[in-house]
């Protein structure tokens, strides 16, 4: 399409109007701690009723790209990560702040944020066409065993006990089996419930499991620690020689952020660690990590921005996210009447197009909003913990009534907020949940597609290298859970002599 029509779009009063906002309140949900990305989509899902599908989409992106430089910022203030993948940013990032310097430990992490997500972009824009492309190639088989491998994968990697993770994504198939059979029309364990009769409604369930916990925690837990160091002589600012200092650190954790987030269940908090420990390993002053270096700060940050955008590539044209925060964005397109997948860039290449093209000037929002507000987020962590709270469970049941103006989504988003809050307590996968269930549709109709092509041959999953790989990749995945899951059980417990 024209690129004249596509900036058009993009520079319209509403487009812009939710970009910048997607951008603010990212970098206040990333800043406040434990909150996330994930949450506050969650939070602001039924704002996909009333803006356009870019403008939604762009709005949800917008701001997962500025939470994950929010998250930089408590953990850089108080030693707290405001997300689980901002922890590596605390070792340097906070005793930077401690020596005295704050302004520069947000200057270097902002400054690898921007970097990062300028190339991330350049990235998106190479590679969705090309993956649209592919995917347009799979069959019916494939795309159900993607779905598995893609299930399973994130189920054992992302989940701290593999084999509680992989429980978790069947639980979220069980449920994306309720609802009306689309083949024989008939209803499955709605129990009657009309409000069951399209399904687990999705909105719902992504604010109990991911908002109600967190009220939860804010109320049990411990108040933060107050910001230190950030007078207003410390100013958010780094030199371009300061930042040609660390080029290397940040276009490595550049790199590996963008093709760890192209690979499902390997996007979450793993890839920061492995990009500090590369930076280590290629420094001529592996010594000073952990005292400070800027080098420990940019390569974190750089990471996390790269996968952000990355993961988002096989999540629009696969329809499989890699992080909670894109598997939360996956059902905010569906609730916009964006269908992710290989279609996606067929039918809505203009959304595609104007999303791409807003991110450019998202970024640079970000990078306008990192300077001048930094440091008032970095304040506002203090905030008493049971006003956030009380402001959040308000927030999550306007949301949930408002979607579609129903009491029964309000007494579901209460049920999922004690399942997830159970199921968190437990041990057990959030995110496999959510990916169970928004994968269950595409898994089971596919499936099924290609057992009637095939007459029932379940031989049809083994009849392409590409299915029959990744269903050994799938298999290999779940001995892999079985196995730790009994070595956990085969040690020894700690005695107190022992501690």
């Known amino acids: 399409m024209s690129p004249w029509v596509v900036l058009h779009a993009v520079f319209a009063l509403p487009t812009l109007a939710a970009l910048l906002a997607g951008t603010v309140v ?121 779905g598995v491998f893609a299930l399973t994968m994130v189920g054992t990697l992302s989940a701290s006990a593999p084999l509680e993770g992989l429980l978790s994504g069947l639980f979220g198939l069980l449920l994306s089996t309720v609802g009306t059979d689309l083949i024989t029309n008939a209803h499955r364990y709605t129990f009657d419930q009309p409000g069951l009769f399209d399904g687990v409604p999705l909105l719902p369930v992504l604010v109990g499991v991911f908002a109600l916990p967190q009220v939860v925690r804010l109320l049990s837990g411990p108040a933060p620690a107050p910001a230190t160091g950030l007078g207003n002589r410390y100013r958010v600012w780094i030199s371009r020689r300061e930042f040609r200092a660390v080029l290397r650190p940040t276009v490595l954790g550049t790199v590996v952020g963008f093709v760890l987030g192209l690979l499902p269940g390997l996007s979450g908090s793993v890839p920061p660690w492995v990009s500090y420990n590369a930076a280590k390993s290629i420094s001529r002053h592996p010594e000073r990590f952990g005292t400070g270096t800027p080098e420990g700060i940019v390569a974190p940050e750089a990471t996390n921005a790269a996968v952000m955008h990355s993961t988002l590539i096989p999540a629009f044209t696969l329809g499989v996210p890699g992080t909670p925060t894109s598997a939360v964005i996956l059902g905010a397109m569906m609730i916009a009447g964006l269908q992710p997948g290989p279609l996606l860039m067929r039918q809505h290449a203009d959304v595609v197009y104007e999303l791409l093209t807003g991110l450019l000037i998202s970024t640079a929002a970000l990078w306008i909003m990192g300077l001048l507000t930094t440091q008032i987020w970095a304040r506002t962590v203090s905030l008493p913990r049971h006003v956030l709270a009380a402001s959040i469970f308000v927030l999550c049941m306007v949301g949930a009534y408002t979607a579609r103006s129903n009491v029964f989504d309000v007494w579901m988003t209460l049920l999922f907020g004690a399942v997830g809050y159970f199921m968190d307590a437990l041990g057990y996968s959030i995110p496999s949940l959510i990916l169970g269930l928004i994968l269950g549709g595409v898994i089971e109709t596919n499936a099924r597609q290609a057992l009637i092509i095939s007459h029932g041959s379940f031989g049809v999953f083994l009849s392409s290298p590409i299915s029959a790989s990744l269903l050994a990749a799938s298999v290999l995945s779940i001995l892999y859970a079985l196995r730790i899951r009994r070595r956990e059980q085969g040690r020894p417990p700690i005695s107190p002599g022992d501690a």
């Open 26 to 146: 990212g970098i206040f949900i990333g800043a406040l701690p434990g909150i996330g990305p994930a949450v506050g989509i969650g939070l602001l899902l039924p704002l996909s009723y009333f803006l356009r599908p870019a403008e939604a989409l762009l709005f949800y992106v917008s701001l997962y790209q500025a939470a994950e430089y929010g998250g930089s910022i408590t953990a850089i203030a108080v030693s707290t990560p405001g997300a689980p993948n901002s922890a590596a940013t605390i070792l340097d990032g906070y005793a930077l702040n401690r020596a005295g310097a704050p302004g520069k430990a947000f200057g270097y992490s902002l400054w690898a944020a921007i970097f990062a997500s300028y190339a991330g972009i350049l990235g998106m824009f190479l590679l969705a066409q090309p993956a649209s492309i592919v995917a347009l190639a799979l069959g019916s088989a494939e795309f159900a065993v993607l």
